[in-house]
């Protein structure tokens, strides 16, 4: 049976690394959807992130920033220095594929997200996301290198001592040192365990050898070769000449031949010689063959690739910018034509929402909301197979009817705000209300005079996927 490997990679981000920001969360910046080539837009849905942001951090990039902001830091941290390290978690593809049909794929998040936390420290961990869009499940881990231990320097003599100060300090130079990476190799492949993963050989030698690099090693072989037969050449020259000076005149036909045994040696060797230099050039011309052969193709791909890829972003520029004119329209069309859809039945402001998962048996649903200056938070909990989640994802549901469909009017507000609407209300029709009591969260309940709460909303529902809020 094939061997099942855990993969851990790590690798440095960039700054504040928020060039990958927009790939790991699936949003851009400015909160508009990206879904790669390699990524399969039906099942983007089904990603999931494991780690809940700060309130207020609204993605990965600010999280990074937040927690450096919060970690008590003495020194001032530089414009250039690592403030992330990107850590990739996954495993074989056969063993991954498996774990999902078996349904263990969440246990498999789960012990990935402790043994971060075990790692790295909890807090430094400030986002894991699951992504299953993608041909092999995987998860894209972000921790701040926030290190505690003492900063170490070489000492050098006449050089007065480094005077080091305690606390808390950004490092990734000292997460990302060579003993503590194999380290992380062996512990990982201790969690991976009972997923049948285990670790890659440790201090293989095996090292894949570039087409220059062999044809260097094989003129170096010729070379030697030449260099010993030509050695023996010498040598079978000076046999002649102690033939010479050991046989007299009177000796001259064995002198003779000897000295023709000596000729035949120095023919098969010279022509040893010749057959060896033959081959040496012939492997420098096909090598400066293949080489211009290689160039002149890359050249004509790259130039055609270019070419290619000019057309086609002009023609998917002039796609987008019609059907960002097209959608524009539409909306503000649909915004005249159908304004409820558009606005909160409770009439106060959405700021956002957000997918949270940290059980891996059920997505929580966050909102945020405003009326006037003031904010309110509130949450609930559904499964991913709700249709109206689906219809969202397609765009069918606006988000405010989304939000609707899941919080009744009394809960997108506050308690105090949620009276005044009663009474406001109750003003109008004349009728006695009893105002909301809640403490703001998804489970609450309303007496409020609104249209009653959807009859279909789940309880104690189970799911492995999330998103995150916009």
């Avoid at 791909?301 to 539409?330: F, G, P």
Wanted: a positive charge; glycine letters at 6%; one cysteine or more.
């Amino acid at each position: 049976m094939k061997e099942q490997y855990a993969v851990c990679h790590l690798q440095r981000g960039s700054g504040s690394d928020s060039g990958m920001s927009c790939h790991i969360e699936r949003r851009d910046a400015n909160g508009k959807t990206y879904v790669p080539d390699n990524a399969d837009h039906s099942r983007t849905h089904l990603n999931r992130e494991l780690v809940s942001f700060p309130d207020g951090v609204r993605n990965r990039t600010e999280a990074i920033q937040y927690r450096i902001d919060h970690a008590g830091l003495s020194r001032k941290v530089a414009n250039n220095q690592c403030k992330a390290i990107r850590i990739i978690l996954t495993g074989t593809h056969e063993q991954m594929m498996k774990l999902q049909d078996e349904g263990r794929l969440g246990k498999w998040a789960e012990a990935n997200l402790r043994w971060l936390h075990e790692t790295y420290g909890k807090e430094n961990v400030v986002s894991c996301v699951l992504h299953m869009d993608e041909k092999t499940p995987h998860l894209h881990a972000t921790i701040v290198p926030i290190v505690t231990s003492e900063r170490q320097r070489r000492e050098r003599e006449g050089e007065r001592k480094y005077n080091t100060k305690s606390g808390p300090r950004l490092s990734a130079d000292d997460v990302l040192k060579r003993a503590r990476l194999r380290e992380y190799q062996d512990t990982y492949a201790v969690a991976m365990r009972e997923f049948g993963l285990k670790r890659g050989i440790v201090g293989s030698t095996a090292r894949h050898v570039a087409t220059s690099t062999h044809y260097k090693q094989q003129m170096r072989q010729y070379e030697e070769d030449i260099a010993k037969l030509q050695e023996e050449v010498e040598k079978t020259k000076e046999g002649k000449n102690t033939i010479l000076a050991l046989f007299g005149k009177g000796d001259l036909a064995k002198a003779r031949k000897e000295l023709a045994s000596k000729d035949k040696e120095l023919a098969k060797l010279q022509a040893k010689i010749a057959k060896l230099e033959a081959e040496k050039t012939t492997l420098k011309q096909k090598h400066e063959s293949d080489i211009a052969k290689l160039r002149n193709g890359y050249l004509k791909e790259i130039d055609a690739a270019i070419k290619r890829a000019e057309e086609s972003e002009k023609i998917s520029r002039d796609k987008d910018n019609v059907i960002s004119r097209q959608k524009q329209c539409i909306t503000e069309l649909d915004k005249q034509v159908n304004p409820h859809r558009y606005r909160l039945s409770s009439g106060a402001e959405l700021v956002g929402h957000r997918f949270l998962g940290n059980n891996p048996y059920a997505i929580t649903l966050k909102i945020w909301t405003k009326v006037k200056d003031v904010e309110h938070t509130a949450v609930t909990y559904l499964m991913d197979s709700d249709p109206r989640l689906k219809a969202f994802s397609n765009g069918e549901l606006t988000e405010h009817e989304f939000i609707n469909a899941f919080f009744a009017p009394s809960e997108q507000v506050n308690n105090i705000q949620a009276r005044l609407l009663g009474a406001i209300f109750e003003l109008a029709t004349g009728g006695a209300v009893e105002p909301h009591m809640g403490m703001g969260g998804g489970g609450a309940t309303s007496e409020l005079p609104w249209k009653d709460k959807d009859k279909d909303k789940d309880k104690n529902k189970k799911s492995i996927y999330g998103k995150k809020r916009k």
